[in-house]
């Protein structure tokens, strides 16, 4: 069973920044893709951004596309969510995940070797 460890979240206000963490026990042979995604009351849960385990590629959801970047950490199990401009909008929770394929990142349920992390909360204020 892959565990998955986020760290990093906070408050801050509009316009600031955070850096989340995330640390994978390891990659299951079925990992296509390792990254975020959101969920605050009252919204869908929003797929944020991922980067392809074996391509050098990354996927963002547009309305984080040129504020947010996500790399891989220095260990070869870690992503990392440079999160700048910050809005209130991206207050959310926050969660790591893992999964076979990008479908979880545009709203389906993970697949059923997905793996996600019990999240770290970011709250952004006016």
């Known amino acids: 069973q892959v565990q998955l460890k986020e760290s990093g979240g906070g408050s801050v206000q509009a316009g600031g920044s955070l850096t989340l963490s995330c640390a994978a026990s390891?990659?299951?042979?079925?990992?296509?893709?390792m990254g975020w995604f959101r969920r605050s009351p009252g919204k869908e849960r929003e797929g944020v951004a991922a980067f392809f385990i074996g391509e050098e590629k990354t996927w963002y959801a547009g309305s984080v596309k040129g504020r947010f970047t996500i790399s891989r950490g220095n260990s070869k199990y870690t992503a990392i969510l440079q999160m700048d401009r910050l809005t209130p909008e991206d207050t959310a929770m926050y969660y790591c995940?893992?999964?076979?394929?990008?479908?979880?990142?545009?709203?389906?349920?993970?697949?059923?070797?997905?793996?996600w992390g019990q999240g770290t909360q970011v709250t952004v204020s006016s």
């Open positions: 390891e990659f299951p042979a079925s990992a296509y893709a």
């Open positions: 995940l893992i999964d076979g394929t990008l479908s979880a990142w545009y709203g389906a349920n993970p697949g059923p070797y997905g793996a």
